[in-house]
């Protein structure tokens, strides 16, 4: 009896990988940014448990895959009625490729897989996640209902025909208007005319950089040194504008449409920006008790924001005390409108009243927003954050701090560069002269609390010492 013609478990591979198409793992990370994309991890359950997973991606077992693909199954899932473009991947690119010929013979359309699988986009640096989400933060917090008019993504700052179209924070809460940019100079003219403070001059430095996207990538880094000198304190943009200008580079070098993966990255990091304020905000909404007054200073931007709003979803009332944070009075202007717009009662004061109040025994927390965090827990914010963390702390009161992420090139605060802003500015209010222009003055934009007076700072991780931020590589 002859024995019958086998084939190898490669040759089948190598068969399937003839009939299927395959994408590199820089081709992959470019598609992990693209809302029309959706991966599909075949790996066992243990393997994800033990390494993590591509971010977002939806799992399923290898050996389910002709039955979740098949609209005829009677265990046909419904993640893959959509249009989507489908990437699958498996640790090393076999079992993928098996699976998507598979999918393929049933009738599934636009499928992928990865060349090298989860351990190359290991192996190049790709994002892990570590678990399946079935909904994002921001979505199972039902943050988006929550967030006022100044904080919407949208009336931050967007691309729209060719332009950027800012918000305009100066003329916020008396009207809602937006501020249209054509050049790259002019969205940093408008960054530097204060036209948007805290998380708005990254996005409108991001969004900035699509209208040199068909330029190349010289004008796109040309566009970035002058964007990032506009904000030489925070940080956060100087990353993430890299971040993107790396994506650029990728798309360029793959041939594929520049602009359109500039955008697709911006959404990718405005989403998980605003996963991550979700996470903080529910961490610190759950340290904020029934009754407490809460200080903040400036504008906390909408981790603060929404820790508020989940604190007084969850039926605790508060009162929130807002300087009004000279001489842009964002305080005034931004925080406490935004705070009234929630529901929650708040009260205005001048920044020279945080400590009187303190003693008065109205306030139980203080809580902001920061510029930057260093990485040994010094905290950079607002010019005034650091008085009233000594008030706090002569009080009694715990000062928490939101981060926006690490950056480890500023390990110690004399890694920190103090922006001074033109003294001119300190010299009026709203436009309106407040004494002779002979008169000197000075106007650093930032100041630095010390970790011996923070509390806690905020982390995707929860509300952690400053002095153990170091042992976690994300904030």
């Not at 409108?204 to 566009?223: K, P, Q």
């Not at 009243?353 to 950079?380: F, S, W």
């Not at 929860?462 to 994300?474: A, F, I, M, Q, R």
């Amino acid at each position: 009896m002859t024995r019958p013609m086998t084939k190898t478990s490669k040759e089948m591979v190598d068969s399937a990988n003839q009939e299927i198409k395959t994408i590199t793992v820089e081709e992959a990370k470019l598609a992990l940014n693209d809302p029309a994309t959706t991966f599909v991890d075949l790996r066992d359950i243990r393997e994800i448990q033990a390494e993590g997973m591509i971010p977002g991606a939806y799992h399923m077992p290898r050996g389910m895959t002709e039955f979740w693909v098949d609209p005829q199954s009677p265990y046909y899932k419904k993640v893959f009625s959509s249009d989507n473009k489908f990437v699958f991947y498996c640790n090393k690119g076999w079992r993928s490729a098996l699976a998507a010929k598979a999918a393929q013979d049933v009738g599934l359309g636009n499928l992928c897989h990865v060349e090298g699988g989860f351990t190359a986009w290991q192996e190049t640096g790709g994002e892990i996640a570590q678990k399946p989400q079935h909904k994002s933060p921001a979505q199972k917090e039902g943050i988006y209902d929550l967030l006022p008019f100044v904080v919407n993504p949208q009336n931050i700052a967007r691309f729209e025909d060719g332009n950027v179209i800012i918000g305009d924070r100066r003329k916020y809460p008396f009207s809602k208007e937006f501020v249209t940019c054509g050049t790259v100079e002019d969205v940093a003219q408008a960054i530097k005319d204060m036209v948007t403070q805290g998380s708005g001059p990254w996005m409108a430095a991001a969004n900035a950089l699509r209208i040199v996207a068909g330029d190349g990538m010289d004008a796109l880094r040309a566009a970035r040194e002058t964007l990032v000198a506009t904000r030489p304190t925070n940080t956060a943009m100087a990353l993430r504008l890299d971040d993107i200008l790396e994506t650029a580079e990728t798309a360029e070098k793959l041939g594929q449409d520049v602009d359109e993966a500039i955008a697709n990255r911006i959404k990718a990091i405005q989403n998980k920006i605003y996963d991550n304020y979700a996470i903080r905000a529910r961490a610190v909404a759950d340290l904020i008790e029934d009754g407490d007054g809460i200080l903040t200073m400036c504008f906390g931007e909408a981790g603060f924001l929404l820790a508020l709003a989940l604190a007084g979803r969850d039926g605790k009332k508060i009162t929130c005390y807002a300087p009004e944070t000279r001489p842009y009075l964002q305080g005034a202007k931004l925080t406490a409108p935004s705070i009234h717009e929630m529901g929650i009662e708040v009260k205005l004061i001048t920044d020279n009243m945080p400590a009187h109040i303190m003693r008065e025994g109205n306030i139980q927390k203080y809580i902001t927003a920061a510029d930057l965090i260093t990485v040994d827990g010094h905290v950079c914010n607002k010019i005034g954050t650091y008085q009233n963390a000594i008030a706090a702390h002569a009080h009694d009161i715990p000062y928490f701090a939101f981060a926006w992420g690490r950056d480890d090139h500023k390990v110690s605060r004399d890694d920190v560069q103090i922006e001074e802003r033109d003294p001119a500015e300190i010299r009026q209010a709203l436009g309106q002269p407040t004494t002779i222009d002979e008169i000197g003055a000075r106007y650093p934009t930032f100041d630095i609390t010390p970790p011996k007076y923070v509390s806690g700072v905020a982390t995707v991780h929860g509300v952690l010492s400053p002095y153990t931020l170091k042992n976690y590589k994300e904030w």
